[in-house]
């Protein structure tokens, strides 16, 4: 075989598991077309950067009451339910239109990062950190209630870009640390559509491999000197993903970087199989194997269990606990309550449902993987059912208070003296609760069953002969955490961040 056929060969095994592709968003007329363009992603973050303005703006000065406040009731609302929703449907576009990166841009016009991000930190685990601590900051500080504190959280996640990309090269804060853009990239496993090559044979003869190296110095300097912004100028992909060998969506910020790179129009917005990347075991370009990789698939369990935690926050057995633990600790301060909380959720529980369930794995196939090799390698089944809870939980929010942005708005208008949409009309809401919790049930069972899904697949390849030894235990522990997420959500909700709540 020659070593074109070989790396052929080498790629499309990589591939085999998406399928081929039948849709290519960038082909079409008009959406595609914008997407094609060069400034599209910076169209898309000027917007987005201004409406950060207005809620840090509205969030400082604005109303405290935070139902009537845009800086809490766009970013814990509308803002969530939307992002869960164009995942499910599309894929990480919210990444793409990222307003946070829009000052490292023009600061790197200015300053030129020399560092290389740590080796040491080459890895999710400070984003798994961050990710939690954010979970606990929204419960301990309240921030759905709290204008101020929300506001403050966009300036600091500002000031996190850009400090992190002022100093280290690539795209170090979207990889190694933005606890959103991993919510995005776990998320966007589910998604629809990913960024892929067009056609493997045309990357087994491309020389040049722009997508990842980025064009010539010669032809970047001649490039931005062209263009009125050198910040539109042609890069590599900044998360070290190969187009040949890059599989699904994680890690993937949906920039299109490498579209405009490709010298030979080889990549596109394709459909493919959503969560199938998550059984996939070929190592992977910019992740090599997730399935072995421990930080990733505690960044999948603290994303399943986060969910189900951030639901029960929500609900009244919340306080009935934290009351006991309240007088068992003999303390009121809420801050070692929910520690407490937080550690028995996304630490004790997770160790003790998967310890058993690698246990009754490994007990009835007989396999030499360790407990940690196994709970490392099936974590990833639970992805799927967690986006369902997030999905389930943030699109409650969302469709039951869509409208009240209306009458916010006019206020805001209102209180600087212009008010053009008129009087505030309070009477806006969004769809009845009881007709949402049908779809709620929806979500939870699409996601039950993308659990079950991958699970069987990654039995499939550990035991062949009689998977089911393999995955009984997984689909047993998915189907208790559907169910607890079903019991969670039938609760009576605090309609948070709304005028519909407290
Ligand atoms: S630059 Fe284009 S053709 Fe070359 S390897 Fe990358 S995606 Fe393939
Ligand atoms: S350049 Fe990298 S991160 Fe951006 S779309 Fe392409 S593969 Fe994804």
Known sequence: MSASADKRSAYADRRADAG????????????????????ARLGMQIPLLLLSVVLVWHGFLGPDLAPKNLATLLTWVHYRGLLVLVLLVAGNFFCMACPFLLPREIARWIFRPVWNWPVRLRNKWLAVALFVLLLFAYEYFGLWSTPFWTAWLIVAYFAGALVVDALFRHASFCKWVCPIGQFNFLASTLSPLEVAVRDLNQCVECRTKDCICGPPASETAADAGRLALPLLAKRGCELALFQPMKVGNLDCTFCLDCVHACPHDNVGLVTRMPGAELAAEEPRSGLGNPLTRPDLAALAIVFTFGALLNAFGMVSPVYVLQAWLSGVLGTTERAPILAILFAVALIVEPVLLLGLAAWWTRRATGTALSLPRLATRYAYSLVPLGFGVWLAHYAFHFLTGALTVVPVLQNALAEIGWPVLGQPNWEFTGMRSGSVFVLELG???????????VAIRLARKDQPSAPWRAYLSWVVLQSILWAAAIWLLAQPMEMRGTFLGD
């Open 20 to 39: 081929p592709p039948f849709f290519d968003l960038l082909r079409l007329p008009g959406v595609g077309w914008f997407l094609r363009q060069r400034w």
């Open 443 to 453: 979500f939870l069972t699409l996601g039950l069953v993308g659990s079950w899904i």
